[in-house]
């Protein structure tokens, strides 16, 4: 009896031991079989690209349907990127950034991948921005590339889109001197002119105003580069340059130029445009594709003095996302609608 119970005994063991073993052996070629099966150590391993220093590393990468993914992959692993900083960047960068990556020397970029106005080549002077007057990073990221980190008027770039809706005019982007709109038409009753698709809006939103007791009336629309030229320097023979900057363009520089912008006063006071009409304006002309281009508190940002009576047309769903994101154009514009 005490024979059959130690031979039960044993065989017990012996069973124990072989499941043991055999859960082993099939974890064993389970991890094989998914290091095998991880895609992009896969992909190297069936290229030309494959370096077994970096074996480790290409598993834990997430395979992407690149052309230059594993050139790319193995640059940045060069320059000592991680794996799960290469899935980020992957994942977050745009295809222009990662190309300007592979020319620099490392960064941290643990801070920046969902910023989406990022230019890694900028990351410096973001950091020195941001440092200097104390603002959130993607603050400094968006103020850095709108500029605001150089003095007005340096690095001036001229425009190739002049005839665009949205079109960025300020003082780093500029109209060619010889500019203008083909479409230009008279605003209702009067002889002032803009783009026909603005004229038309602009009317609206007067007689939308005159529904909620705002009488507003346009007294400045399009206007050549010429005319603007010898406004401004009409006014520097009243003011010093410094002064004039902050309330007039120089030529090529004005919205004006654009067909798209307009200057508004009240038809009631024959005068500026009242606390009460720029409140109303700024709640209301998005609904007809308008935004108030220079806002009060935004001096810093547009680089001119606060203009209640001057509205920019840019289209209903643009305005729209400017009046909700309470923000400037030049902000919106890097934000939305520059490619980076």
Known sequence: MKLKKRNCFILVIIIIVLVI????????????????????????????????????????ITFRDNPKFLEITNQLLDKNYQAQEINQIFTYLSDRNIENLLTIDYVSLENYYEIKNLDVLKIKEY??????????????????????????????????????LTVLVNKFHSLPSDYEPTDLVNVGQY???????????????????STQNVYLIPFSTYRSYDYQEGLYDKYLTIDPLDVVDTYSARAGHSEHQTGLAVD????????????EDYEW????????????????????????????????????EHATKVHELDITYDEYYDLYLEKH
């Open 191 to 209: 002889s002032y002119q803009m783009r026909e698709e603005a004229a038309l809006e602009l009317e609206k939103l007067m007689a939308y105003g």
């Open 21 to 60: 073993g055999g859960l082993s052996l099939f974890k064993r070629k389970e991890i094989v079989k998914i290091e095998e099966d991880a895609p992009t150590l896969k992909a190297f391993k069936e290229s030309s690209y494959y370096q077994e220093k970096y074996q480790e590393a290409y598993k834990e």
């Open 264 to 275: 508004l006063r009240s038809s009631v006071l024959n005068d500026n445009v009242t606390d």
């Open 127 to 164: 950091e020195e921005y941001q440092k200097e007057h104390n603002v959130s990073l993607a603050d400094a990221v968006t103020r850095v590339n709108i500029h605001l980190n150089e003095e007005f008027y340096t690095n001036i770039e001229e425009v190739d889109n002049p005839d665009s």
């Open 281 to 316: 304006l700024l709640n209301n002309s998005y609904l007809y594709g308008f935004i108030v281009r220079y806002p009060k508190g935004k001096s810093d940002i547009t680089g001119y003095m606060e203009e209640p009576w001057h509205l920019r047309y840019i289209g209903v």
